[in-house]
């Protein structure tokens, strides 16, 4: 009796279970949708043609592709209700670049690109699409090796310090003219991008130290090329394995002290600003930071004004380089025992969103950073990493060498 009363119980638990469920309506999960999605330019290409891009809306393997009118509008029917990811991006050639923003640099051309990820839809709706300017640079940063290195007597050594530009374009650059700048790179920071943000509305970077590539000659980069730039431009490798030979090298930053071994047959860059009195030579600090910036300008720039740290009125000074004139910057960072504190970035996101670093936290182990390969060109030379994120587009190699990019 006990067992029948029990089966009879959950019997009508059943039939409530069923009961209920078929009075619940499911339709809303299901039900397909519509969805517009409006492109919106960056602000300083307000006169690009917004017709005919695609945008895409994804949600796992699944792909859907459609093109915007010329209000820049894509629309989207039958969209299942689900979290998706929306994106669009297209080209600008050279000349239609320069036409949009009146800037005459020399680059291959131009990406507009924007994108929201995990969406969620569920309802007719308008998601606005930002996008963001991002230029196809020709001459790049490729390598900074800033960490020194221990010679096979133990001894730190300095001397070998480099960096390396790269021509990512399929056609013959010429350099002639570039800067390069040594961003502020003080133990306790000079300036944080909100006191930056405060004081000079995040127009400006701070620099230490600025060298120029000669601009009374052609400095041609081949399609793939690269252009050295030591402090040394000796064979650092005699007693030292962790170093490397550096007498091919294209400049060279003399140093007017005499503390470290020039090449009279190397051409020298020019010193156009150091924020120290005694140091000529690229003042790169083996432990970071040591965030490095190109750019051009005709400018006169040792016209450019100067400011002591924050909420000074002595001491050192820094130069005031204008955003606008950044063709690419590599933030590096201090690797701590604490980790990296991403509180010290010095370059704003537009600039570089992320940031590299060697392994070690002092420094002397030989590392360079240097940008991935990402694909090859027709002609078999590297397209490097170029995503405006050096997180993504940066590794250390303790082996790599001058003007080699793969392993």
Request: aromatic share 8%; proline share 3%.
């Amino acid at each position: 009796m006990i067992i029948m009363k029990r089966n009879l119980r959950k019997y009508c638990y059943l039939l409530l279970l069923g009961m209920l469920a078929s009075c619940a309506n499911y339709n809303d999960a299901t039900q397909e949708t519509s969805v517009s999605v409006q492109v919106v330019l960056p602000e300083e290409l307000s006169a690009a043609n917004l017709g005919g891009h695609d945008v895409i809306l994804q949600l796992g393997s699944r792909r859907m592709t459609s093109t915007t009118d010329e209000q820049g509008m894509a629309i989207f029917t039958g969209i299942i209700p689900d979290i998706y990811d929306i994106s669009c991006s297209w080209q600008l050639s050279s000349e239609e670049y320069r036409q949009l923003t009146g800037d005459q640099q020399i680059v291959s051309g131009a990406t507009i690109a924007g994108s929201v990820n995990s969406r969620l839809i569920k309802s007719n709706e308008t998601i606005l699409l930002p996008t963001m300017l991002s230029i196809d640079r020709d001459i790049i940063i490729g390598k900074i090796y800033y960490a020194g290195s221990k010679d096979n007597n133990n001894r730190t050594y300095m001397a070998g310090k480099y960096i390396e530009l790269y021509n990512q374009s399929d056609n013959e650059v010429d350099a002639s003219g570039l800067y390069i700048g040594l961003v502020e790179a003080e133990s306790k920071q000079a300036y944080t991008l909100e006191n930056l943000h405060d004081a000079f509305a995040d127009s400006v970077v701070l620099l230490k130290q600025v060298f120029r590539i000669p601009a009374d000659a052609t400095c041609n980069v081949a399609a793939g090329g690269t252009v050295l730039i030591v402090n040394s431009a000796i064979d650092h490798r005699d007693g030292n394995n962790m170093e490397n030979d550096l007498t091919e090298a294209d400049f060279e930053a003399k140093d007017a002290s005499g503390r470290t071994q020039n090449n009279p047959a190397t051409p020298a860059m020019e010193l156009i600003y150091t924020m120290y009195s005694s140091v000529s030579n690229m003042n790169l600090v083996q432990a970071g930071p040591c965030s490095v910036v190109i750019f051009r300008t005709d400018d006169d720039i040792t016209t450019w004004p100067k400011t002591y740290a924050y909420g000074k009125t002595s001491g050192n000074q820094w130069l005031l380089l204008p955003k606008r004139h950044i063709i690419d910057g590599v933030e590096v960072l201090s690797n701590k025992s604490t980790g990296i504190d991403v509180k010290t970035k010095r370059l704003y996101d537009d600039i570089d969103a992320g940031y590299t670093n060697i392994n070690a936290t002092s420094g002397w182990n030989g590392e360079v950073v240097y940008r991935k390969t990402s694909k090859h060109a027709a002609d078999g030379h590297p397209i490097l990493t170029d995503t405006n994120n050096s997180n993504n587009d940066f590794q250390v190699s303790s082996t790599i060498k001058p003007r080699q990019y793969d392993e």
